[in-house]
């Protein structure tokens, strides 16, 4: 394993930093301590630039190179998610219902350990812009910062951004060409009917039955209107109906996410729910609202930069330790935005088998620190070299 000789000796330093980020978190847009104590840490390595109050607490800096150049992206999240953390770690985090149970401080680490390596050796050409971006937990932080106009304010031509995995070994790099994660939208449905004595349904118009339905239709969509060779995923995830056994009510309500890789099975499965609400509203008699959200589009990586990016894995961390063949993932990740914006790639960095993401016995592992910094100061380097 071949981490930066220069990165490895203040490997110390970004310890403190991301148990220092994990003790204070903060949510959503409302990133400020965190992107105070980035900013402080930038000013100290001796950045050219630094751009603040970007998607509200967002920070843009900038470090220049040798010589004429393009201008690489690197993006690390920071905010942390409304959970108690039950850790038990000595940096645990001292502000009761918050965690960073996903990482993003010690994304925030990663990348601020390559900006002081690049800050002092600056041994490649052109710029890198460092993102440190709020809300990828909530409201997408990253398509804010690109509807600001960060890719065109500083010029950025490829974008890259690597995310902690604790279901792989540690120093394992892994990512795959197309679409990595998914899609994700969620839906709500109220139906409303005409409650009274459930020993005198007749007189009623009950929403209960209504909605059983409609979660046994949902999952027709999938079975029966998706290729089996298609990935598909409606799941119903909340129900609720009734106060008392002998009781019909007025309303019962649902809801749920459905996760997709490509535009047009997107497109199927909004199309395939808003007409089976509205067919069971005129079966049962119920009237049904629906409210059906598009959120983070699938996170879909570009050939040529996971090609660049793997090759830069395999010198830090072996042949060995490097797949880019993983299969995609439900889950979703706001860095498909950016994705959008620009060519780039985003890989999953191991860091031992232990809990999961969003769990709240979660927690970074300090270890692997040097090796992600050591990704994002050799990726510019080798995509950049000076002339």
Known sequence: ????????????????????????????????????????????????????????????????????????????????????????????????????????????????????????????????????????ETIGGAQIMVEEGIMERFDISEVYALHTDPFAEAGNLETRVGPLMAAVDDFDVRISGVGGHAAYPEECVDPIVAATAMVTAFQSVVSRNASALDQLVISVTKIHAGSANNVIPDEATLGGTVRTFSPEMRDLAERRIREIVDGIEKTFGVTCNLDYERNYPATVNHADQVEKAARVAVEIVGENRVRTDIRPEMGAEDFSYMLEARPGAYLFLGQGIGPSCHHPKFDFSDEVAPIGASFFARLVERLQPPA
């Open 1 to 136: 394993m071949a981490i930066i000789n220069r990165i490895a000796e203040f490997a110390d330093d970004m310890k403190g930093w991301r148990r220092y980020l994990h003790q204070h978190p903060e949510l959503s847009l409302d990133c400020h301590e965190t992107a105070k104590f980035v900013k402080e840490r930038l000013e100290e390595f001796g950045v050219d630039e630094i751009f603040t109050g970007i998607a509200v607490s967002g920070v843009v800096a900038i470090i220049n190179g040798n010589g004429e150049g393009p201008t690489i992206g690197l993006r690390a999240d920071m905010d942390a998610l409304p959970m108690d953390e039950e850790t038990g770690a000595e940096w645990s985090s001292q502000v009761e219902g918050r965690m960073h149970a996903c990482g993003h401080d010690g994304h925030t680490t990663m990348l601020l350990g390559a900006a002081r390596y690049l800050s002092e050796t600056r041994n490649f050409a052109g710029r890198v812009a460092l993102i440190f971006q709020p809300a990828e």
